[in-house]
């Protein structure tokens, strides 16, 4: 099986952090995790799901949707199959579920939900005013 499993979220006050994780794991992953890129979305009550964050493959590149850029950092530890996802000066606004994605398919990050294969299963981040 493939999978990817988020962690960290939690209830914060505004203007607090919080540190997500997602570790993949499954044949896929075992040996190309590497091979993958990977990113953050989130899907706030009623609204669909959007793009947060992304980082390539190789770590070395990463890109933002406007409203977190400058608070939130995506980066990636390949040895230990793990992408992060640090959020820093949170809002209310940024209350959602938090969900790990992954993709092989493109050669630059992509921001658009159907390109992404793999998700997580989410993980609810709450910031209270």
């Known amino acids: 099986q493939v999978q990817l499993v988020e962690s960290g979220g939690g209830l914060v006050q505004a203007g607090g952090s919080l540190r997500l994780s997602c570790v993949a794991s499954?044949?896929?992953?075992?040996?190309?995790?590497?091979?993958?890129?990977t990113a953050w979305f989130r899907q706030i009550s009623g609204k669909e799901r959007e793009f947060v964050a992304g980082?390539?493959?190789?770590?070395?590149?990463?890109y933002y949707t406007p409203p977190v850029k400058g608070r939130f950092t995506i980066s990636r530890d390949n040895a230990k199959n793990t992408v992060y996802l640090q959020m820093n000066n949170l809002k209310p606004e940024d209350t959602a579920v938090y969900y790990c994605?992954?993709?092989?398919?493109?050669?630059?990050?992509?921001?658009?939900?159907?390109?992404?294969?793999?998700w997580g299963q989410g993980t609810q981040v709450t910031v209270s005013s």
């Open positions: 980082v390539r493959r190789s770590g070395d590149n990463t």
């Open positions: 994605a992954a993709q092989d398919r493109t050669y630059f990050i992509a921001a658009a939900q159907h390109e992404y294969d793999y």
């Open positions: 499954g044949r896929t992953f075992r040996r190309t995790f590497s091979n993958f890129h």
